[in-house]
């Protein structure tokens, strides 16, 4: 199966500012990635999915790259704001085929945006 | 919809006791998951169902832990007997895989387990 490396630190980024996470997988290339967002006390809320002959998706000031030769997908958030400090995970395809299976997921990355 | 519906919310229990946790899924979903999610290990997936169907099982820890998926709307996930180690957060979740949204999943909002 998979393995996921994302940042574990936590990331602080003043308000304006935008704010990139990191994904970096292990194994196989994944058919898909995907991205949520977890505040304390919720469960993981799905943000964005890129296929693996995207390059790049964007959703209002979300915009996620994906690069399979680095085996890496970044994760943008432009003109941050305090509302969008949660920990956020990114998640794989548990096998290579990226059928119908579960998704295992990164440990995720907790962002602070400070006002 | 309501979303994916988990009871109880918040459960402390004895050692040795046993635990049942309660999930229902989003009406339509054809995929059940259920995962567990520490500190320490991340989220971590237990047990899938499709169409009711345990398809994979791998995740589960120990033979104390089983889960059961009597109808499209109702999913149990017991341990018997319950020790400290297997407090976490648990989390039910579906999807609708015959869609496009490949492998969206939809979370619920988690059962909060300590095992004294």
């Known amino acids: 199966s998979q393995k996921i490396e994302q940042n574990s630190e936590a990331l602080n980024i003043q308000e304006g500012k935008t704010a990139t996470l990191t994904c970096n997988y292990t194994?196989?290339?994944?058919?898909?990635l995907q991205w949520y967002r977890q505040d304390p006390g919720r469960g993981p809320v799905f943000l964005l999915l890129i296929r693996e002959n995207e390059k790049e998706k964007r959703k209002e000031r979300l915009k996620v790259t994906f690069d399979t030769t680095l085996k890496q997908s970044l994760f943008h958030i432009t003109a941050s704001q305090p509302a969008d400090s949660a920990t956020y995970l990114c998640a794989l395809p548990m096998y290579s085929g990226g059928g119908a299976d579960g998704l295992t997921f990164g440990k995720g990355t907790h962002l602070i945006i400070q006002p | 919809d309501a979303g994916v519906i988990q009871s109880p919310r918040h459960e402390v229990t004895e050692m040795g006791q046993e635990v049942t946790l309660r999930c229902k899924p989003i009406?339509?979903?054809?995929?059940l998951f259920w995962y567990r999610q520490t500190m320490m290990r991340g989220l971590e997936l237990l047990i899938y169902f499709n169409n009711n169907v345990p398809i994979d099982d791998s995740g589960m820890p120990e033979d104390r832990f089983s889960a059961k998926m009597p109808n499209a709307s109702f999913s149990t996930l017991k341990i018997q007997p319950s020790e400290p180690r297997d407090s976490a957060v648990y989390f039910c979740?579906?999807?609708?895989?015959?869609?496009?949204?490949?492998?969206?999943?939809?979370f619920g909002e988690g059962s909060w387990l300590t095992v004294v």
């Open positions: 979740a579906s999807s609708d895989q015959s869609g496009t949204e490949e492998n969206t999943i939809y």
């Open positions: 194994n196989y290339s994944p058919a898909y």
């Open positions: 009406s339509g979903h054809d995929y």
